[in-house]
């Protein structure tokens, strides 16, 4: 099973409400990461979960909480948002840096996310 | 930012010829890789090639790396309608995190 899966595809929430985005994998991968993508740019890196530790953190406002239950899921926890956050959210998975002698990165679908 | 660049931004052939894109980057690599995006989709790698190589083939892709013009390029040869795409250089410095460049729209005319 190559496949990285992302629910819900679409998503449409005020700017007071509370939702998740999820993402599951079962390769094997102990590397996960949230991406950001507006339309026409390309991806930005959001977070990077390491064997289920958060590991980096690229400046990302607080209204996004990322969460790795288990070494299959990822979780974006999302609240407060505002409509520039409005976007194309990509979750992917690989091998952990330094475990192989190069990974490439399997990418779900995406969560088309817009904030009214 | 580590964020590349590339260009052409948008690039539209004919079905049957080749399409060449170019990437360039401003910090030193572990490697460089190319991925694929279908409209507003996921993306899908296509090839890597390491700092040390010069030259890799991938079935109708060959991709180059120039470290000492911190530049790459991606060809793709006898180009298909189903090519069309969004094409993105990222690059791997350290850990094995992705820094993608501002992509090429292919378009491939049947």
């Known amino acids: 099973d190559t496949e990285v899966t992302q629910t819900p595809k679409h998503l449409v929430m005020g700017m007071t409400n509370k939702k998740s985005l999820k993402c599951e994998q079962h390769?094997?991968?102990?590397?996960m990461y949230w991406y950001k993508q507006k339309a026409k740019k390309p991806p930005e890196l959001m977070f990077v979960y390491s064997y289920e530790k958060l590991s980096i953190n690229e400046s990302v406002p607080s209204r996004f909480s990322p969460e790795c239950p288990n070494s299959s899921l990822l979780n974006l926890h999302l609240h407060a948002l505002q409509p520039e956050d409005s976007a194309l959210y990509l979750c992917a998975s690989s091998h952990p840096a330094g475990t192989r002698p190069y990974n490439e990165q399997f990418f779900g679908p995406g969560t088309r996310l817009t904030v009214l | 930012s580590q964020q590349g660049e590339e260009d052409p931004q948008a690039l539209s052939i004919q079905e049957g010829e080749n399409a060449t894109m170019n990437c360039s980057y401003k910090?030193?690599?572990?490697?460089l890789q190319w991925y694929r995006q279908n409209s507003g989709r996921g993306l899908v790698h296509l090839i890597l090639i390491r700092s040390n190589e010069r030259e890799k083939h991938s079935g109708r892709l060959r991709v180059t790396l120039d470290t000492s013009k911190k530049s790459s390029s991606l060809l793709i040869t006898a180009s298909r309608a189903a090519d069309t795409a969004s094409y993105f250089c990222?690059?791997?410095?350290?850990?094995?995190?992705?820094?993608f460049g501002t992509g090429t729209r292919l378009t491939v005319i049947p």
């Open positions: 910090t030193s690599i572990n490697n």
């Open positions: 990222a690059t791997v410095a350290g850990a094995n995190n992705l820094f």
């Open positions: 390769m094997g991968h102990r590397a």
